[in-house]
Structures are given as C-alpha cells and as structure tokens.
C-alpha cells in the first residue's frame, strides 16, 4: 500500500469520489451519523490517502488543515480506515505520517484533533494529550487532544 499527500486542487476526480465515498461509508452508514461533511474545509487542506497497490482503491485517509483554519493549531482531521482492512497498523501509520508531514512541510509546534471520546486511548499511545472536557460534536461524544513536539 502506498501513501500519497495532495491538496485539494491536486486530487482527481477519482480520487475524491474515494474519499468522499469512503468517509460516507464510515461516519454516514457505519455510525449512523447524520452530519454535514462537506464543511467548507476540503478546499484548503491537504489529503493524505493510503492506496492499496493492485487496485488503487483508497483504503485509509486523513484531512490536514494549517494552523488557523479549523482551529487555533494545526489540525487532523476524517480518518477513516475502511472496514475490511483495520487492525493492521493503518490508522497508526496515517497518523503518524499525517504528523511528521505537517512538522516538516509546515513547521508546526502542534497538532489539535476533535477526537471521538472512545478513541481516546489510541490517540493517547502516538502522544496525543486531552486538552477539553467532553463535548457533543454531531451527536458524538469527543475531546479536544493536542499533540506536541
């Protein structure tokens, strides 16, 4: 599987069908979640998606978003994995490559996520520290993490 980072105007059409069809099927269907995804915020970020290498399929993504556009710091944001490919490592990997590409291309001290409160152990093992009480974002509890290098 191979990792690719482009901005919004460098994606295919393709490739956001993928990832607006990918996000669909995790936070929509999967979750039972009703919510407007197209935020406004696709435009100015940067996407990072994981191919799977015979088909091309997006298997795993994550939006990235300067400082100062969704929030105070630089942010993470949508990562999904889909369905049939979790519990291998590739949420970690995204993570973490989402992170050190951030560090490097932008410079940044620290990354703000709007985390799903029952994910909260996982984001704490890469290094990510709750920052906010518990909070209702779309019907879903989450906390405020941030981590910092």
Known sequence: MNTLVKSFNELSV????????????????????????????????????IKKDDTNEIVGYARMLDKGTRFKQASIGRLVVK???????????????????????W?????????????KAFYSS???????????EDGIPHVGMDLKF
């Open 83 to 105: 369905k049939e490919v979790r519990f291998n490592g590739l949420a970690r990997r995204i993570m973490t490559e989402a992170s050190q590409w951030m560090k490097l291309r």
């Open 14 to 49: 393709d490739e956001l069908y993928g990832i607006l069809q990918l996000r669909a099927e995790i936070f929509v269907v999967e979750q039972d979640c009703v919510y407007n995804d197209l935020d406004g915020n696709d435009q100015k970020a940067y996407h990072l998606m």
């Open 126 to 136: 890469l290094g990510y520290q709750i920052v906010t009480d518990t909070y209702l």
């Open 107 to 119: 410079d940044v001290d620290d990354i703000h996520i709007s985390a799903q409160k029952y994910l």
